[in-house]
């Protein structure tokens, strides 16, 4: 209550102030210069105010009141942040609708593109999106019975449900070819499949790419647990990172973000890797063999999806390999375009094997790009070194 009293003189009294000591001629400089002073000096120090006295008020403690005041200062400076918001809002519905029952592959994949291209779509007509899936399976008298599964599913989550011809659509928005040039979205509605099928990890990640740098990344691990030490505590994870920004995880279930950071370490040897469970996706054999050649005595965490990119970024592990087990195979940019930035807003550093970073400016695929590795900055030399060693043996 005193806040909102006081708001009315306060900001009378500020703009009288500015009126009074900018004493510049020229009319443009004048504003430019109110306004900084606004948005520098009085707009941080009402805010803090405001939020300290609320806090006040509703008994909130010393830390609860600077840990509010933290969160709307990064809220406040953001870039980005309605895309950030706009972003956790479709991967949050998506992984929603996943959860409460044992739903097939196939209508999961779909609804959740249909479901995070719908919710890009209405608030950002204009941008392209690389989607991994297309509605090909869905159309015509045999892909009934699947379209109506996936509309009934899609319109669980939605505002205002859809007809069949919008659901359509919706998943086909994301079949952009990607590129160098403008803003575009990239999503893997389920990444993982194998773990969703075997009830353990996947995910729906989906990142903003802007000249073919990613700007922002979030990845819904509905299988994850919230803590890794405790792993038969609460499932469901968020995880955010907006370039510069740094990297934050919430429970599906609660709007508190938390920092992460990648767990430090100064030799490989201490460090423990993880890899997909698919031998098929990644070449366990070679994995084995650099372990051997860094020391690393611990087994490795095998998982699937971008849950991997997830684990490292929050401490779980401190290494992730992804080593080639198929020559020529092209690494889809919606497998690696929120999870590598995860990484790096972590404190992790992603390359290829030959230390290349990921180049997302190609088009669908990382086809300048071979495997990835992940590591903290600490070891990341150390560890290409011995994958080198290994894959050119
Ligand atoms: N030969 C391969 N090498 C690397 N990744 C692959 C290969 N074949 C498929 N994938 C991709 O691996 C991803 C899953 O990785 P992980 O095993 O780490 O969970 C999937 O998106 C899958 O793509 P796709 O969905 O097109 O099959
Ligand atoms: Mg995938």
């Given amino acids: 209550m005193p806040t909102f009293v006081s708001k009315g003189p306060m900001i009378t009294t500020w703009y009288r102030f500015l009126e009074?000591?900018?004493?510049?001629?020229?009319?443009?400089?004048a504003l430019l210069s109110k306004v900084t002073l606004d948005q520098t000096l009085f707009a941080p120090s009402f805010i803090a105010i405001f939020f300290t006295a609320q806090g006040m008020m509703e008994r909130k403690s010393r830390n609860q009141i600077l840990e509010q005041l933290e969160s709307v200062a990064y809220t406040l400076?953001?870039?980005?942040?309605?895309?950030?918001?706009?972003?956790?809002?479709?991967?949050l519905k998506a992984c929603m609708q996943l959860i409460p029952c044992k739903i097939p592959s196939l209508v999961a994949d779909f609804s959740a593109q249909a479901v995070v291209n719908l919710i890009l779509h209405k608030n950002f007509p204009d941008d392209p999106i690389?989607?991994?899936?297309?509605?090909?399976?869905?159309?015509?008298?045999?892909?009934k019975p699947l379209r109506l599964r996936v509309l009934e599913l899609t319109n669980t989550v939605l505002d205002s449900p859809i007809d069949e011809e919008e659901l359509l659509q919706a998943i086909d928005r994301g079949s952009y070819?990607?590129?160098s040039k403008g803003r575009m979205w990239t999503l893997d509605p389920i990444d993982g499949t194998k773990g969703f099928l075997r009830g353990e990890q996947y995910a729906i990640c989906l990142a903003l790419i802007i000249d073919g740098?990613?700007?922002l990344g979030v990845v819904g691990c509905p299988n994850l647990p919230v803590d890794h030490e405790q792993p038969d505590g609460e499932k469901g994870c968020l995880f955010i990172a907006v370039k510069n920004q740094g990297a934050f995880q919430r429970s599906l279930s609660s709007t508190d973000e938390k920092p992460v950071r990648f767990a430090d370490v100064s030799s490989p040897e201490s460090a423990s890797f993880?890899?997909?469970?698919?031998?098929?996706h990644s070449n366990h054999d070679n994995a084995t063999k650099i372990a051997a050649l860094l020391g690393i005595t611990k087994p490795p965490v095998r998982m699937d999806s971008q849950c991997k990119y997830c684990s490292v970024s929050r401490g779980d592990a401190n290494i992730y390999l992804r080593l080639p087990v198929q020559e020529g195979y092209e690494e889809k940019i919606w497998d690696h375009a929120?999870?590598?930035?995860?990484?790096?807003?972590?404190?992790?550093?992603v390359s290829d094997l030959y230390g290349k970073a990921l180049d997302f400016s190609l088009g669908r695929t990382l086809k300048s790009n071979v495997g990835v590795i992940v590591a903290h900055p600490n070891i990341?030399?150390?560890?290409?070194?011995?994958?080198?060693?290994?894959c050119n043996e």
């Fill in 20 to 29: 009074r000591f900018i004493k510049i001629k020229n009319k443009n400089v």
């Fill in 77 to 91: 400076s953001s870039a980005y942040a309605t895309e950030r918001a706009v972003a956790i809002n479709a991967v």
């Fill in 130 to 143: 690389v989607g991994e899936e297309d509605s090909g399976d869905l159309r015509g008298e045999s892909g």
């Fill in 177 to 179: 070819g990607g590129g």
């Fill in 213 to 215: 740098i990613v700007q």
């Fill in 274 to 280: 993880c890899e997909s469970t698919e031998a098929a």
């Fill in 338 to 349: 929120s999870g590598s930035l995860l990484v790096e807003e972590a404190g992790g550093k």
């Fill in 380 to 390: 990341h030399a150390k560890v290409l070194e011995a994958v080198q060693t290994v």
